[in-house]
């Protein structure tokens, strides 16, 4: 990895939004779902996944996923239970119920909290098959109380079909009972307007290549989305204190995910930078995804060198990262100057993949540079909420001369008048 002065680094963000084919690609098979349903979702399975399939087989039945349990390890099922209790104890953690405050004069003010009806997650299929991402979606909203949560991932490509039973039994352990074997563009299109199999939701969550993300921001609107997610990211905040080996080790578990994945190590020990640089490259030469991870590296990866800590602290709010983790003396001596990151791992032994897999805070994650703005993936992304409003006759007497000030000053008469005709200043 290139260790850089912190005055030489630029923060630069990798925004792809697609090209104009990508887009128009997704425009037209939005369209056509619209217009023809099954028919147009059938149609591009066959396209792109290489699957023909009638209507009726698009929903995965109750058998394959009893099947699919005889075909994981006990192991893995052992550790996504004990995953999935960790991240429901976390979720349920955050639920919010509705409220009221009663004023001596009779108002009323208040705020009712209901959970979505129905909600999509959509499921990366192929080689991007991640159990955990099931759990992250579906818990949260299962806490939440939403009472229809369905499924969408495409089928295995080449004509074979069916899900990986990873995914099924995922599913099945977060309690998902409605599963299609559909992805792409055209399983956006089929959430968001519905079809004659898929009925259509109310939001639209989980990860997807970049037709998926140009498809969800082309329905934004007709349906919520969660975000649109960009390649991970992780920065490590360290000291000489800091062990090379563990940084490097954490610093590779991200630039394996993607070669546009980002791996930043900020610190103000010098010696502790070229320590990590060399452990880097004894690591990554018998790392599985090596040239994914060496790739991503070289475009994205990078040591920066800051005058002290309290620079790095400067640097790190600036990139505002996906992953942060504080590998110092004292981690908890910088929590509380961190101003933008999505999730904060404090100390050696709380590498970045305990948050992805285990602990029980959500690895759904703002990243490029959103942290700014955004947050994890919680159960109030799938919560709607309604103000409620009862004033007293005494409550419209005392105000209601000021809420026909700010209305004639707007220019809106008639709401001035319905204020007035109540205080008797206008034949009824």
Known sequence: MRIIEAADWRVERKVDYGTREQLETVQAIIRDVRKEGDAAVLRYTGQFDRMELASAQLRIAPAEIEAAYGQVKDAFLAALREAAANIRAFHEKQKRTSWMDVQPDGTLL??????????????????????????????????????????????????????????????????????????????????????????????????????????????????????????????????????????????????????????????????????????????????????????????????????????????????????????????MEWVGAIENAGAIFLGEHSSEPVGDYYAGPNHIIPTNGTARFSSPVDVDMFMKKSSLIRYSREALQRDGERIMELARHEGLEAHARAIGIRLGQMKE
């Open 110 to 331: 208040g705020q009712i909290l209901r959970p979505l009806k129905r909600v999509g997650v959509y499921v990366p299929g192929g080689s991007a098959a991640y159990p955990s991402s099931v759990l992250m979606n579906v818990i949260p909203a299962q806490v939440a109380g939403v009472p229809e949560i369905v499924m969408v991932t495409p089928p295995s490509t080449g004509g074979q079909g069916g899900i990986d039973p990873h995914i099924l039994v995922a599913a099945a352990e977060a309690g998902v009972k409605e599963i299609y074997q559909v992805g792409g563009a055209q399983a956006i299109a089929a959430l968001a307007y519905g079809t004659e199999t898929i009925a259509p939701v109310d939001k639209i969550c989980g990860p997807g290549n970049i037709y998926v993300a140009l498809a969800k921001r082309e329905v934004y609107g007709a349906v919520d989305i969660d975000s649109i997610a960009g390649p991970s990211e992780i920065v490590v905040l360290a000291d000489a204190t800091a062990t090379p080996a563990y940084v490097a080790a954490d610093l590779l578990s991200q630039a394996e995910h993607d070669a546009m994945a980002s791996a930043v190590l900020v610190t103000d020990s010098r010696p502790l930078a070229e320590a990590v640089a060399a452990e880097v490259e004894r690591q990554l030469a018998s790392l599985p995804r090596r040239e994914i991870a060496a790739k991503s590296l070289e475009e994205y990866g990078a040591i920066v060198v800051v005058p002290g800590l309290k620079e790095g602290v400067e640097l790190v709010n600036r990139l505002a990262p996906e992953h942060l983790e504080i590998m110092t003396s004292d981690p």
